[in-house]
């Protein structure tokens, strides 16, 4: 019996460690057209207090897509239990 719940318990800790949570919200827009452009940036973050100068600016995003004219902007945040995540700048525009 015991044994049964230890592999349960492992199963489930063992799924759990292999799910993420990935979400991606609107920052802003502007008034210009949606351009056919875009550039991303990305940042890692280690249990959720190191990052290893990275930058996920606007700015870089748009300097990597070749954008001059932003139209939009939204993040993009994956985290998998706390222990490791991602945040994407997702720029576009013309």
């Not at 990052?51 to 070749?66: C, L, P, V």
Request: hydrophobic letters at 45%.
């Amino acid at each position: 019996m015991k044994k049964n719940l230890l592999k349960g318990a492992f199963l489930a800790f063992a799924a759990l460690s292999m799910t993420a949570c990935s979400i991606t919200m609107p920052v802003t827009a502007t008034s210009n057209s949606v351009g056919s452009k875009v550039g991303t940036a990305k940042a890692t973050v280690i249990l959720g207090v190191f990052a290893f100068d990275e930058d996920a600016s606007i700015r870089t995003a748009a300097k990597q897509g070749g954008i001059t004219k932003i139209s939009t902007v939204d993040i993009k945040s994956t985290n998998v239990l706390g222990l490791y995540g991602t945040y994407e700048t997702i720029v576009t525009g013309e």
